[in-house]
């Protein structure tokens, strides 16, 4: 079995780094089950496209729920997509079908608590007139959203010594895209929650400017959050994101030390491309590469990333956009806003919204990724 799946978040045993937002989630996790005044710590993990976010919930889930055996816990996951957020009441009703779905416990708490889980699900959604059968909608939804997570926590978690329950909300970016008022309501709902002495802990993910675009609305919500932004791996992390699947899987690959450093060099520590490349690696069956192998073997690699990654990226883009990332591409590194002239300003900004190329700091555009140029300019 091959442990690098670029296309799947990382399974928590191959888990690597992310020390501070690791940590800060068993912290959060011990105080939340011994404070006495309910104020649970709710935490943001943001970044771009692949980093790791949804990685970082599935080790969040394991901590929970392996390595924390003296609390009991409750953890739910919702997904979002697009189509669950296009009004308030299908976010609600998507996330009541979801935490009912998706929820887990330590030990036998889990089967004692599923029919009723089941019966609080059906009670929320017929309440809100979610449900098809009754059209007319009896309360807002996001009453019926803190009123049933109320009734979860008060008639069933709380009587099954349950002491913090999670609810995890992965891409809320989709909400906050629909329905920017979400972000405000849903501080609304857990913060009244919490002093009704409800322990709900909320977990985010979204891109770094969840919180940026819709400043008015959001900061409110963003203060609600310790929040933790994740960033591409250094070189000594690079080698434990290879070397640690490696050796639980005790996998008896030799890999030379330039290897490695050629991968950092060339995915730049972002563990998508590091999982894709290793992959590919992994797949060939040899036990020993050397650098010169390695040679040997990458251009097959970029071709095969071409074909499933980088061609996808560009058909999301019209042809005015591809041919501004064409000029980015064939640019000596970045471009300004200037260097491009006025007729491509609104392109710049839905390639950026599309997250295929990023602004510095210093207000030049780049692509998102040095493969990602790579990969156009041999398009040329
Ligand atoms: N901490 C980590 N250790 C090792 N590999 C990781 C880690 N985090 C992410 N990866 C790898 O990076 C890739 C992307 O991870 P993941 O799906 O969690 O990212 P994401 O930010 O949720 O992406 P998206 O924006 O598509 O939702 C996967 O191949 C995963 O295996
Ligand atoms: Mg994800």
């Known amino acids: 079995m091959n442990p690098f799946q670029p296309s799947h978040p990382v399974n928590p045993k191959y888990f690597a780094n992310r020390k501070n937002v690791v940590e800060a989630f068993r912290l959060a996790l011990r105080n939340a089950s011994e404070t006495r005044s309910v104020a649970p710590t709710n935490i943001a993990v943001l970044g771009s496209w692949g980093i790791g976010k949804t990685s970082v ?7 929970a729920l392996k390595e924390m055996e003296d609390i009991n816990i409750f953890v739910a996951r ?3 997509n697009p189509s669950a957020c296009t009004t308030i009441s299908d976010f ?12 887990d416990t330590q030990g036998s708490i889990k089967m004692k608590i599923m029919d009723k889980m089941l019966t609080w699900k059906i009670k929320s959604l017929s309440f809100s007139g979610l449900r098809i059968e009754k059209k007319e909608l009896t309360q807002h939804p996001v009453s019926v959203f803190q009123n049933s997570l109320e009734e979860l926590w008060c008639r069933i978690l709380k009587p099954e010594g349950i002491k913090v329950g999670i609810l995890m909300f992965d891409d809320l970016h989709y909400l906050a895209e629909n329905y920017p008022k979400g972000l405000y309501d849903m501080r609304s709902v857990f913060q009244s929650l919490a002093l009704r002495d409800v322990n709900f802990m909320l977990c985010i993910t979204g891109p770094t400017a969840l919180f940026v675009k819709i400043r008015t609305l959001a900061e409110p919500f963003a ?20 070397t640690l699947p490696l050796n639980v899987e005790k996998i008896d690959v030799k890999m030379d030390e330039k290897v490695i450093e050629k991968i950092y060099e060339l995915s730049k520590g972002h563990p998508y491309f590091i ?9 060939t069956g040899s036990n020993k590469i050397t650098f010169e192998d390695f040679e040997k073997l990458y251009p ?9 990654k980088f061609s996808s990226d560009l058909e999301i883009a019209s042809d005015k956009e591809k041919e501004v990332l064409f000029k980015i591409a064939s640019a000596y590194e970045s471009v300004s806003f ?37 990969y156009l300019r041999c398009q040329r």
Do not use: C, W
């Open 223 to 242: 203060r609600f959050f310790d929040k933790y932004e994740l960033k591409s791996f250094s070189l000594d992390e690079t080698k434990e994101a290879i």
């Open 78 to 80: 919702v997904q979002l």
């Open 300 to 308: 097959k690699i970029f071709l095969h990333m071409g074909k499933s």
């Open 57 to 63: 919930f599935n080790k969040f889930e394991h901590i």
């Open 338 to 374: 200037s260097d491009l002239g006025k007729q491509y300003r609104s392109s710049l900004y839905r390639l950026e919204e599309k997250g295929l190329i990023t602004k510095t700091q210093r207000g030049k555009y780049l692509l998102y990724h040095p493969l990602f140029r790579e």
């Open 275 to 283: 999982h894709f490349i290793m992959r590919d690696v992994l797949d």
């Open 92 to 103: 609600v009703t998507f996330s009541v079908n979801e935490i009912e779905r998706s929820f």
